[in-house]
């Protein structure tokens, strides 16, 4: 007993630092470090701004707006941050864009403690179109950064692991902001938002990056998205993955626009409900970040995408249909667990294949198909929500999604074994 005691222990041990493997890099410790502490901060704001403009307006539309402002960015500019990252110093890039949050985040504490906002509301909205202005050029330059940090043996668990450290942070942020919104208002938490960049800043500043040389061959910023956008079309198993991602990206996610409404007229909680059930989601992601980080083999990726998505659509759909708070934040914990293992894997694959030369540019095509198509998702919901209601929509959407996994599984997951040629021939997503 005690051998077998003791080959457990050892065995658990092993599963551990396999897990967290990549944080056995300098570099990759101390981003992580600040960018928990800068992530709880950005958590705070998005849940004390959605309440804000909520209670302000009383507006399920103006909900909408909001997310289509924060997250239109995206989908116009993405391309051009790909082409930075590409061409210039991506360390460089990161300080710049971490910088230019910090300062939006004071501005909107400005505005908002000397009551600015109270008479304008919609300068919320437009503060986060400026913030989504400069997450267009950060998520690319971002993402293509971790290689940088950790190499390519490394990347797949780095990325899990960015995963787990951003809903990480969606769990303590909204819980936090919650409480704060009821004991000190919103402005506080966009101050502390403002304060919290500080971290990630002094991390990248006190990283040793290894000098790389950027190619400059002239090509135009919209020819270099093309160029990159081909080559993801082209590619079986990154096609496939990106637009069942871009589905659950445009109808999925749409659910958190709604979650000030269940909390406030459905759950009859207030900001503190609202709290709980977006850190519920938050805690499933994480673990779900977590479970895809343990992973060493990336084989059989297609069906694990197809069978998370499909749980994220049946999570929805009951979610539509819930009315007990309890019943909501489970629901909610599978939707996180679910959703970000799908884009884990699906980041992964991504990674996986492509050239280092064009690592940035696919980045950026990722990013518009994941989190460009949001603000056209958020349209729609707000506009189908204020006919028919938020419970229905979400449960269209999920049904939506729920079509959108049987016709991936069909067409790929379980016909991937029979595809021939190059496009199978990494077995990253082979069924």
């Known amino acids: 007993m005690g051998w077998d005691a003791s080959n457990q222990g050892e065995i658990s041990i092993l599963a551990l630092s396999t897990r967290f493997r990549a944080l056995k890099h300098r570099n990759f410790q101390l981003f992580t470090i600040g960018q928990l502490i800068s992530l709880i901060g950005t958590w705070m704001q998005t849940t004390a701004q959605q309440w804000l403009v909520y209670r302000l307006t009383k507006s399920v539309a103006l909900l909408g707006i909001f997310g289509f402002a924060s997250q239109v960015p995206m989908l116009l500019l993405a391309w051009m941050g790909g082409y930075m ?25 400005a505005l908002t403690l000397t009551h600015v906002v109270d008479k304008w509301p919609l300068i919320v909205i437009y503060i986060a179109f400026l913030v989504g202005i400069v997450n267009a050029f950060d998520v690319p330059i971002r993402q293509a950064f971790f290689v940088h940090m950790v ?14 450290i951003f809903n990480g942070a969606r769990v303590v942020g ?17 101050f502390v938002n403002g304060l919290s960049f500080i971290a990630v ?3 990248l500043l006190m990283m040793r990056i290894t000098a790389t040389e950027m190619k400059h061959d002239g090509e135009s910023p919209v020819r270099s998205f093309v160029q990159g956008f081909r080559f993801a079309m082209a590619d079986l198993p990154i096609r496939s993955a990106l637009l069942l991602l871009c589905v659950l990206s ?8 709604f979650l000030p409404i269940y909390a406030h007229d459905i ?21 779900g970040a977590l479970q895809f980080a343990a992973r060493t083999e990336y084989k059989g990726l297609a069906k694990w995408i197809g069978a998370t998505c499909t749980t994220c659509a049946i999570g929805l759909i009951v979610f539509s249909q819930a009315r007990a708070f309890w019943l909501c934040a489970v629901v909610l914990f599978a939707v996180g667990f679910a ?19 064009m690592r940035s540019r696919l980045m950026a095509v990722y990013a518009t198909m994941f989190m460009g198509v949001m603000p056209i998702g958020a349209l729609i919901a707000g506009y189908v929500a204020k006919h028919v209601g938020a419970p229905r929509t979400i449960l269209l959407f999920g049904i939506l999604v ?28 082979e069924g």
């Not at 990252?85 to 504490?109: E, K, P, W």
């Not at 729920?402 to 997503?429: H, K």
Request: some cysteine; overall charge positive; charged content about 10%.
């Open 174 to 190: 909204p819980a936090i902001a919650g409480f704060a919104i009821m004991a000190i208002g919103e402005g506080w938490c966009f």
């Open 201 to 203: 800043l002094v991390a």
């Open 85 to 109: 990252g590409d061409r210039y110093n991506r360390h460089r890039g990161v300080i710049v864009t971490q910088t230019c949050s910090m300062i939006l985040a004071f501005v909107l504490a």
């Open 151 to 164: 190499g390519r043996e490394d990347l797949p668990n780095a990325i899990a692991l960015n995963s787990s």
């Open 339 to 357: 959703a970000t293992s799908q884009m884990a894997a699906t980041n992964t694959i991504i990674q996986e294949r492509v050239p280092e030369a």
């Open 402 to 429: 729920l079509a959108g996994c049987i016709v991936f599984l069909w067409r790929v997951a379980f016909r991937l074994r029979d595809t021939s040629g190059a496009a199978v021939g990494a077995g990253v997503i």
């Open 250 to 257: 445009m109808f999925g996610l749409q659910y958190s626009v």
């Open 267 to 287: 759950l009859h909680g207030g900001a503190k409900a609202l709290g709980l059930l977006m850190s519920a989601a938050g805690v499933g992601a994480v673990l």
